[in-house]
């Protein structure tokens, strides 16, 4: 199957600080989301984003699908950013296997 | 509107036993698909399925089991539990505007169930 990882597993930034989370990928993909993952075990979608660029608030992420990586950026990071970010890709042809998810980014916002 | 709505949120079971997890998803949305997430771990396809059809297994045993209704929810079963089904379940839902696939999910809050 397909293999999806992240980096780096672990994260720890002062409040205000800027992040890049990498997430790569085995195989041709059609599908790609960006998930936090909240303390309370909250999956919210923040983008679906296959390729290019998209950007909301001080959320910005790009994929490049033909070199397989997509890196999701967040600025002027908050406590509230806390938690874990999820990378899942969905392969062309179908959606019979659902999605593959990465074993995420634990990110760690300190005030 | 209400998002993907689960129940119950929190589940203690014994092993051998049986459970029915439920969804509700967005109004609207066709397409209910079932992940299971291990403490420490990204979340794992289990089931999807689109206009009542079954559309997508993984690799799961067949103690596990669902369904889709007219309205759209699903159930989840699992038979015989065992200590390693102890996870959070997460169920999804996505329009089905075009195609139950590639399409962004919409996560409930889950059920923690327990296997004792």
């Known amino acids: 199957g397909i293999q999806v990882e992240q980096s780096p597993p672990d994260l720890i930034l002062q409040e205000g600080a800027n992040s890049t989370l990498r997430c790569n990928f085995s195989?041709?993909?059609?599908?790609l989301q960006w998930f936090h993952q909240n303390p309370w075990g909250q999956l919210i979608n923040l983008f679906y984003?296959?390729?290019g660029t998209k950007q909301n608030g001080r959320l910005s992420a790009t994929t490049v699908a033909t070199e397989r990586y997509s890196l999701l950026y967040i600025s002027s990071s908050q406590t509230t950013d806390s938690g874990v970010y999820f990378c899942?890709?969905?392969?062309?042809?179908?959606?019979?296997?659902?999605?593959?998810f990465g074993k995420g980014t634990h990110l760690i916002i300190q005030p | 509107d209400a998002g993907v709505t689960q129940s119950p949120t929190h589940l203690i079971k014994t092993r051998g036993q049986q459970v029915t997890l439920r969804c509700s998803p967005i109004?609207?949305?066709?397409?209910v698909s079932w992940y299971q997430q291990v403490l420490g771990q990204g979340p794992q396809f289990i089931f999807q399925?689109?206009?009542?059809?079954?559309?997508g297994r993984g690799n799961f045993p067949d103690r596990f089991s669902a369904r889709q209704f007219p309205n759209y929810s699903s159930e989840l079963n699992v038979n015989a539990l065992l200590l390693g089904d102890s996870a959070l379940y997460l169920c999804?839902?996505?329009?089905?505007?075009?195609?139950?696939?590639?399409?962004?999910?919409?996560f409930g809050s889950g059920t923690q169930l327990s296997v004792l």
């Open positions: 999804a839902s996505s329009p089905g505007t075009y195609t139950p696939y590639n399409e962004k999910l919409f």
């Open positions: 195989d041709s993909v059609n599908n």
């Open positions: 984003i296959p390729s």
């Open positions: 899942a890709v969905g392969l062309p042809g179908g959606g019979a296997d659902g999605l593959t």
């Open positions: 109004s609207g949305h066709k397409s």
């Open positions: 399925y689109y206009e009542k059809e079954e559309r």
